[in-house]
């Protein structure tokens, strides 16, 4: 019994090695959006055989990175404008509750780390520093669903993040949104959650998300026209 529970372990380690692989490399834009995932050229490539690249190519797709289509196979997420405004109404109901949670749950060294990661994301703005302000801006976010103590919603928000700068690529090379209306939009947040206050913590989350939806919104409006033209 306990050979055989070793077995399946290992087994379950490869496979997420492999998706872990490739996911790395649809992230790191290595592997274009669009783009057909053949089983034989990832085991040939990760040396590993077409069974746990196959099944590592399941677990993609339940991320919702990769796509099943008919008599093209498997390729990497590719959507339209519509998409992305679906995921961003997902993300604002699932940060807000991710808010209201960390403003229940955040423990005081949680605060601290908030106020220590805005100060630096504020130096980065005002620094123009666009690295920098990524890194802040999902140290935010990251602390935030630490703070809301459920790994569920965790899993929920990084999926749907992964499927949202895959669909940027997709659409446009906007940048992120880097403006002291960020800023501002963390520290409401954050004093919310601070204060232990639910509802402004909630409401305040899903003010920001629906400010960077706003944002990109008009990125993807203005590159359109510019298409027509």
Known sequence: MVKTLSTLSENASLVNRVA???????????????????VPEIARRLGVSRTPAREALLLLERDGLVEARPRLGVVVLRGDQQNLKELFELREALEGMTARLAARAMTAEGHALLDAIIDRHEQAVAQQDIEAHVAEDLAFHGSLRDGSKNRHLTQSLTQIERQITLLMRTLSAAPRAMSEGVIRDHRAIAAAVKNGDEDAAEAAARRHVRNVWKFYGASLEHLNEGRKA
């Open 20 to 38: 872990d692989a490739v996911r790395q490399a649809i992230m790191d834009g290595e592997i274009a959006p669009g783009e057909r995932l053949s």
